[in-house]
């Protein structure tokens, strides 16, 4: 059984529609590339990340960057 305080409260989510497979997939490709970048700008800023919180951020700019693609902007 689920707890209250385990979900997401419904005005904190906000879907988007995803551009199809082919349009997403050149996003993938340099995921890796996109990890290392965003760890070494944060090394030379004083701002060390660990890997975990490298890959949510840039998980998060993809995600940004393809429900922009889907929406025309």
Do not use: C
Request: hydrophobic share 40%.
């Amino acid at each position: 059984m689920f707890k209250p305080r385990e979900f997401y409260d419904p005005v904190e989510i906000m879907l988007g529609v995803m551009p199809a497979f082919e349009r997403q997939t050149p996003v993938f490709t340099n995921f890796e590339q996109r990890v290392a970048l965003m760890m070494t700008e944060s090394a030379q800023s004083k701002n060390v990340l660990t890997i975990q919180q490298a890959h949510q951020l840039v998980w998060q700019d993809i995600s940004e960057e393809l429900l922009q693609v889907s929406s025309g902007r």
